[in-house]
């Protein structure tokens, strides 16, 4: 590797709108990584890079550096295609719990790899973290047995993995830059790539409760990783899809493990149903299989792959999940039907009954958490419950009443709710 750059001569190209070479940007994220460049000069150009962007080439060199910063996990021994998925967050979402063993039922194989929750979106890991015995963190070589005997896994990330970003993460997120959209593109699709798979399908969330609130940003974005993706020599597809309101009807840890075995019994709420169906049928078509992903959801057969995921990880399925020590249901206000709900608003009131943590290093309730008795399009009643809310502390009531009592709008007449998959990039 060149050994010709200096942090400061970096800085400035960028700082000036220049373009980065390659070599420039491999030397200045190695040096990040083994912590010969400071955070003040890493700093720095997260912020240049925020002011001015980067081009195709210099995302491409990135993304290339910081999958170079840690090791590739190597699927190649696994005989099924392997696909996986990332979603940028939101409310409610609990796809990957029904997405990963129902790629495992397909015939596909699944490494998923993911995060805890942070501010107002909750996190795979918390979720799954609320089955007893279930463990997130495993070796390379036990994932990829995992991959071979059950097709399904979610996993913590190894610290191995992509760690420039890591570091580049923490400090992105005190000084302003998190939300420029290479950096992101770049962070998503580093650890992706590193993961081992060949196919990839983003889903994209829009509307209030998401990163992207706004659909434009959301498009660039989407683009800018399927492009990543592409470059690096995997299939990726992304998905635009909204998110306004709560995804489901739960919002919390344990509900959502609940929640996410009704959809794998071919039930549970449609919005849910769509959206996994939807992601399930661009992984296969990436995977080259041809299977109908509903009829082998309503067969039961995700929920036994389900069942396997969770034991290869240690967890219990059988063993009583932790639930909240008080409920308190939150009643209506009118009679008439409800034309919105503010999935930012029941993703705060979440974190506040403790389903997420409001600091990095909070302990969750994993029974805590926000039941939506009723959502757009639905009637109800003046008097009869919208939300139930669980939590271990009943303290935690007052102020989550209070931040719920806006999020829900009641009008005299149904409003048609729009399809929550709103269009296809790839
Ligand atoms: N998620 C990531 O992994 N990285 C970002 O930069 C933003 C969201």
Not at 123 to 134: E, Q, R, V
Not at 329 to 345: Q, R, Y
Not at 373 to 392: L, W, Y
Request: net charge negative.
């Amino acid at each position: 590797m060149a050994t010709t750059w200096d942090a400061t001569s970096v800085i400035i190209i960028k700082r000036d709108g220049g373009k980065l070479p390659a070599d420039a940007i491999a030397w200045f994220i190695d040096g990040y990584t083994r912590g010969a460049v400071a955070d003040e000069q890493a700093a720095a150009l997260c912020m240049a890079v925020y002011l001015n962007g980067l081009d195709n080439d210099e995302l491409a060199a990135w993304t290339e550096a910081m999958i170079d910063s840690g090791s590739r996990v190597d699927l190649g021994t696994v005989e099924r295609p392997t696909v996986d998925k990332h979603s940028t967050g939101g409310v409610g979402d609990k796809i990957s719990l029904i997405l990963c063993p129902l790629m495992a039922a397909c015939g596909a194989a699944m490494p998923q790899v993911s995060g805890r929750g942070l501010g107002h979106t909750g996190g795979t890991l918390d979720k799954m973290a609320s089955i007893p015995g279930w463990r997130a963190e495993l070796s390379t070589a036990e994932l990829r047995r995992a991959m071979t005997e059950v097709g399904a896994v979610i996993s913590a990330a190894s610290e191995d993995l992509a760690p420039a970003d890591r570091k580049l993460y923490a400090l992105r997120d005190v000084t302003g830059t998190v939300a420029s959209i290479p950096l992101i593109a770049s962070s998503i699709m580093s650890k992706k790539i590193a993961s081992g798979t060949s196919a990839l399908v983003l889903d994209v969330k829009v509307g209030r409760g998401a990163f992207m609130t706004n659909l434009d940003d959301a498009r660039v974005l989407a683009e800018t990783m399927v492009g990543i993706g592409r470059e690096a020599g995997v299939a990726t597809v992304a998905l635009l899809t909204r998110m306004d309101q709560p995804l489901g009807r739960m919002v919390g840890n344990t509900l959502e493990v609940d929640e996410s075995l009704d959809v794998l019994d071919g039930g549970g709420p449609l919005d849910v149903r769509r959206v996994t169906l939807a992601l399930a049928e661009e992984m296969l078509a990436l995977a080259g299989l041809s299977v109908d992903p509903a009829a082998v959801l309503d067969r039961g057969s995700g929920h036994d792959a389900f069942v396997e995921m969770v034991r290869f990880q240690g967890g219990d399925l059988d063993a009583q999940r932790p639930t909240a020590r008080f409920q308190q249901p939150i009643d209506s206000p009118a009679t008439g039907w409800v034309t919105d709900l503010d999935a930012l608003a029941v993703g705060q009131a979440a974190v506040r009954l403790g389903a997420g943590r409001a600091r990095k290093e909070d302990e969750i309730s994993y029974g805590a958490g926000i039941e939506c008795a009723a959502k757009p399009g639905d009637p109800v009643t003046a008097g009869e419950p919208v939300f139930v809310i669980h939590a271990d502390d009943e303290a935690r009531f007052p102020p989550v009443i209070e931040r719920l009592a806006g999020a829900i709008t009641i009008g005299p007449e149904p409003v048609e709710q729009p399809d929550v998959v709103i269009e296809r990039i790839g």
